[in-house]
């Protein structure tokens, strides 16, 4: 029997990237990169909400990507910068949108 970790690394090599955010989502500590990667798994899942938000899910899920290489590829710590430009973009088009 594989662990979690094991089976979300497992995943990534293979890349099965959907198995791995669905895997990986639902670990309790994510460090830094949590964000990331929890907001790669809802583009995901509801990739026409983000569209609505005038985001890119592609761009979301691959900075969610980043976020997982950076936390699980090499296993090492670090504050992690994958997607903040990326989100900070999204959250300035979202707020654009309710002004309107």
């Known amino acids: 029997m594989q662990t979690k970790l094991a089976q979300v690394q497992a995943a990534m090599r ?22 990331a990667i929890m907001r790669a798994q809802a583009a995901r899942l509801s990739p026409a909400f983000y569209r609505g938000l005038g985001c890119d899910p592609a761009a979301i899920i691959e900075a969610g990507k980043a976020a997982m290489r950076e936390r699980f590829g090499a296993m090492r710590g670090g504050q992690s910068r994958a997607g903040e430009a990326l989100l900070a973009r999204c959250h300035a088009n979202s707020m654009a949108a309710r002004l309107r």
Do not use: T, Y
Request: glycine residues 10%.
């Open 14 to 35: 293979a890349g099965d990237w959907p198995r791995a955010f669905s895997i990986a989502s639902k670990f309790a500590r994510l460090g830094p990169q949590r964000a």
